[in-house]
């Protein structure tokens, strides 16, 4: 029953510990065995997000009233989800919002929770990838390694569930790399600084950090697929990057790397100018010769039928090199002086971009996991921003003010508010300071909604963030990127806040 997943997901976003998170899952996953388990992992994990059933975060703030008892399956909730998910034509929005209010009647308090923050991705449970690896390993009985692989080739939570579930080991080792089926991206972990990164990884290749589209490139003989961090298919979007793949002296092919809009200058545009080409569905050749994609690719997984995706960096970037054009990768230095390291990093600043990567010659190719095979250096920018309104938490964060709204001083400037809203984060708050936060700006309310807390500006905040971008959202027309609090600025007054000016300044430097 859907009812015992939702009590799980609360259970383990009420338990802070990954072994214990892990225990819970497994055994829920026991219970619903092969026939619902599958389902559980899709929706727990955020996989089912993908659905994008076309219903907006306002259509869940006032559910039906709740059912009094359980009945909903979990794959039954799954499937009439994707039933959501398929409503088009003429009066789709009705028939959808139709269906979901249907959905939420027959659920339960628990589940109506349960699907509202699987609905607009806010769980925040902690039951991600990979701890839901390893909940599905401790479940199936088989090892952690076999499920974390067979997620890496298959990509879907759910699949491999399936997989682990029913079928055990020989299962999953069925899963290997298939061209024309993405392959989850490997990622970074971050270091303050190259010396930082260095201390880890020596010697290191430095690679320029793009502030561009990750894209995963597949091609078969003449067929070519393009496909995003989130393993979208976006081909049809972007016909210079099938154009580039075409033309590699290969018949097969799996190219990692970036897509980004360049100006005549050669510098990077905007990140939400290579965003807005990329998700666009308009005609595409005439988005092309607008605003034109450069591919940069910086790792190669396989090619004419060899996987590459054991092998070490250093094997994988001598066989990308040759069949890759240089003006098609990532800039690339291999050192281990400190010196060195950071003129790499002034010299990508320098160029536009937003830092480094470094990289262990020696790692075979992680995908989708975090290590220190790959260590992103990118230097921040803060603010000290003004809290406007907070946002009640979930999960764990029940009961607490969690996720703020942040405001630079208008300065004055005609055509403003006093408080000009830049964007809101959540991330960076110890629970201590969770706690602190509440009790602070409960004490500053003036007013709330159904989900926020509004507060007299009074209380600075130093925000630390990646960049700006417009944003026809907020006042100013711009928002911040990938914001998290640094600390809260008590020695400062709200008059000392930041203004607008000083944010258009930044984003005028190409911040």
Do not use: C, M, N
């Given at each position: 029953m859907l009812e015992r997943v939702a009590r799980v997901s609360e259970a383990v976003a009420a338990e802070p510990g990954r072994t214990a998170k892990i225990a819970l899952l497994a055994a829920c996953l026991r219970e619903l065995g092969p026939q619902d388990g599958p389902a559980a992992v899709a929706l727990l994990s955020g996989e089912s997000r993908r659905m994008r059933i076309g219903v907006g975060y306002a259509a869940l703030r006032e559910p039906p009233s709740p059912a009094g008892s359980a009945s909903l399956g979990v794959t039954e909730t799954e499937d009439l989800l994707a039933g959501i998910a398929a409503v088009r034509g003429r009066g789709a929005q009705a028939g959808r919002r139709h269906l979901l209010d249907e959905l939420f009647g027959r659920a339960t308090p628990a589940e109506q929770r349960l699907l509202q923050g699987v609905l607009v991705g806010e769980l925040r449970q902690g039951a991600l990838d990979g701890v839901m690896a390893e909940a599905v390993a401790k479940a199936a009985g088989v090892p952690a390694a076999a499920v974390r692989r067979a997620l890496m080739f298959r990509g879907s939570a759910r699949a491999v569930a399936q997989a682990a579930l029913s079928g055990g080991a020989a299962a999953l080792d069925a899963f290997g790399l298939e061209v024309g089926r993405p392959v989850r991206p490997m990622l970074a972990s971050s270091a303050p600084g190259v010396a930082e990164a260095l201390a880890k990884v020596s010697?290191?290749?430095?690679?320029?950090?793009?502030?561009?589209?990750?894209?995963?490139?597949?091609?078969?003989?003449?067929?070519?697929?393009?496909?995003?961090?989130?393993?979208?298919?976006?081909?049809?979007?972007?016909?210079?990057?099938?154009?580039?793949?075409?033309?590699?002296p290969v018949r097969s092919a799996?190219?990692?790397?970036?897509?980004?809009?360049?100006?005549?200058?050669?510098?990077?545009?905007?990140?939400?100018?290579?965003?807005?080409?990329?998700?666009?569905?308009?005609?595409?050749?005439?988005?092309?010769?607008?605003?034109?994609?450069?591919?940069?690719?910086?790792?190669?997984?396989?090619?004419?039928?060899?996987?590459?995706?054991?092998?070490?960096?250093?094997?994988?970037?001598?066989?990308?090199?040759?069949?890759?054009?240089?003006?098609?990768?990532?800039?690339?230095?291999?050192?281990?002086?400190?010196?060195?390291?950071?003129?790499?990093?002034?010299?990508?600043?320098?160029?536009?971009?937003?830092?480094?990567?470094?990289?262990?010659?020696?790692?075979?190719?992680?995908?989708?996991?975090?290590?220190?095979?790959?260590?992103?250096?990118?230097?921040?920018?803060?603010?000290?921003?003004?809290?406007?309104?907070?946002?009640?938490?979930?999960?764990?964060?029940?009961?607490?003010l969690s996720n703020l709204h942040l405001g630079a001083r208008s300065g004055g400037e005609e055509g403003l508010p006093a408080w000009v809203m830049l964007g809101k984060t959540f991330k960076g708050l110890t629970d201590e300071l969770l706690a602190w936060q509440t009790r602070e700006l409960l004490a500053r309310e003036t007013g709330r909604g159904a989900y926020e807390v509004r507060v007299r500006p009074e209380l600075v905040v130093e925000v630390a963030f990646d960049g700006l971008q417009r944003s026809p959202r907020y006042p100013a027309g711009l928002a911040l990127r990938f914001a998290r609090v640094v600390r809260y600025r008590e020695d400062k007054t709200a008059a000392e806040a930041d203004t607008v000016a000083t944010v258009r300044s930044l984003a005028a430097d190409g911040v």
């Open positions: 010697p290191a290749a430095l690679e320029w950090k793009l502030d561009g589209i990750r894209v995963q490139v597949h091609r078969d003989g003449d067929a070519v697929a393009v496909f995003t961090r989130g393993l979208d298919d976006i081909t049809a979007r972007v016909p210079e990057l099938v154009e580039a793949a075409r033309a590699l799996v190219l990692d790397g970036e897509a980004i809009a360049l100006g005549p200058d050669g510098r990077p545009r905007p990140f939400q100018v290579t965003a807005a080409r990329t998700a666009s569905r308009q005609d595409p050749r005439r988005l092309r010769a607008e605003v034109p994609l450069h591919p940069y690719f910086f790792d190669l997984l396989h090619r004419d039928g060899t996987d590459l995706v054991d092998e070490p960096a250093d094997r994988r970037w001598a066989a990308l090199a040759e069949v890759v054009d240089p003006a098609q990768q990532v800039p690339r230095i291999v050192t281990a002086g400190p010196s060195e390291a950071a003129a790499f990093l002034d010299d990508a600043l320098a160029h536009g971009h937003e830092g480094v990567v470094v990289k262990d010659p020696a790692a075979p190719y992680a995908a989708g996991r975090r290590g220190a095979g790959w260590i992103k250096v990118k230097p921040h920018h803060t603010l000290d921003l003004v809290v406007l309104a907070a946002e009640w938490g979930s999960g764990r964060r029940r009961g607490l």
